[in-house]
């Protein structure tokens, strides 16, 4: 792990972040199905339903991940398992069941409740299929469909004016047209920094994605890049040329953020027909002012995305 705040000292600032008055009822979750699990990413998707006093059910999503190893635990895991099954042994190879004790066998569980039946499709392991998306067809499909429904941005707006996630900040521009906010992403526990996942968030509340982007704009994208480097670097050590700086086209929140990611590391979301490099993405701007309102773009939507039907009803797909 390169140098940086003590994981302990970290995993304290992420158990203080402010939450909910009252924890997630987990043990009266009742499971409805799996969505999707994924044996790579050691995750399981998970729609569940919590039944209220009144016998009332609230749909949440569960996301149980086994999170990655820390190096510095490793000694006391082996020192401190709780039982060991012998389960083949070959010559010099042999394989084993360990069972580590409570403390080492954390599972990161994030909670979506109540969940929309957007967000439960949104994990529904489902069939993809590419769109090329023109300006015309941004103007005439995608744009009026996400005007209509898209997944709140409150969660935005909560870490904007520091209701939310505060004590989480890395680094803040405080102006209100160039500026933005740095928060470690929903996806990292912060306690390695092997899938490190940070998120910038902008001030400005008019830009929604990659689309709405033009030259105006390059001051703020030349803050995020350079600021948003510079942070990380001094926070947690890793150098701006360990990092993987983009964007998601179509992105699921309509709130204009960059993703700054671990360049060892493959997160969700940095396929080619989804990531734009903000680097590229100043470059194109520097070449062309309208340059995401002359191109088209290509991503994947999910077979029953009502997106998807409303590209089929034009004749695009
Ligand atoms: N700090 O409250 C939040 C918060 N929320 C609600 C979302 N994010 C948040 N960060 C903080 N606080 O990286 C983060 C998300 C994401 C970014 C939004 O904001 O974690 P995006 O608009 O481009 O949307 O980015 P994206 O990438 O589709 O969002 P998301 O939720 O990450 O979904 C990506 C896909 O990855 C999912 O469809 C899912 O199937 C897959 N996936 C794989 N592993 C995971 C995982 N561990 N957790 C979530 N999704 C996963």
Redesign the pocket.
């Known amino acids: 792990m390169a140098d940086g705040p003590a994981p302990k000292r970290r995993r304290e600032e992420a158990e203080a972040a402010p939450g909910p008055a009252a924890p997630f009822p987990l043990g009266s979750v009742r499971l409805r199905r799996l969505l999707?699990d994924?044996a790579r990413?050691k995750?399981a998707?998970v729609h569940g339903q919590v039944v209220g006093p009144a016998g009332e059910e609230t749909d949440a999503v569960l996301?149980l991940?086994k999170t990655p190893f820390q190096e510095e635990k490793i000694e006391e895991l082996l020192r401190t398992h709780t039982r060991l099954e012998l389960q083949m042994r070959n010559d010099i190879y042999s394989t084993y069941r360990l069972y580590p004790p409570p403390a080492l066998s954390e599972i990161?569980a994030?909670v979506?409740y109540p969940a929309t039946e957007k967000h439960l499709q949104?994990?529904l392991r489902q069939e993809v299929h590419l769109i090329r998306e023109t300006w015309e067809d941004y103007k005439n499909i995608t744009l009026p469909f996400i005007q209509s429904q898209s997944?709140s941005i409150q969660?935005?707006y909560?870490?904007l004016e520091k209701k939310?996630?505060a004590d989480?900040i890395v680094h803040e521009n405080p102006d209100p047209c160039n500026g933005f906010v740095l928060?470690?992403?929903?996806?990292w526990n912060q306690n390695q920094l092997e899938d490190l996942?940070l998120?910038a968030l902008i001030h400005r509340r008019d830009v929604k994605s990659l689309r709405d982007l033009t030259a105006e704009h390059l001051p703020l994208l030349r803050n995020i890049l350079q600021e948003g480097k510079e942070a990380i670097t001094k926070r947690f050590g890793v150098p701006g040329s360990q990092l993987r700086i983009y964007?998601?086209y179509?992105?699921?929140?309509?709130h204009l953020?960059v993703?700054f990611t671990a360049l060892g590391y493959d997160?969700?979301?940095i396929s080619a027909e989804?990531a734009h490099l903000l680097e590229d993405v100043i470059d194109n701007l520097l070449l062309d002012a309208q340059y995401y309102q002359k191109r088209a773009l290509t991503f994947a939507l999910r077979a029953d995305e009502p997106l998807l039907k409303k590209f089929q009803e034009a004749g695009r797909v």
Do not use: M
């Open positions: 999707r994924s990413e995750a998707f996301i991940e990161k994030t979506v949104k994990y997944f969660w935005v909560n870490i939310a996630e989480r928060v470690p992403d929903l996806k996942y998120i964007l998601h179509q992105p699921s929140y309509y953020h993703h997160a969700p979301g989804r």
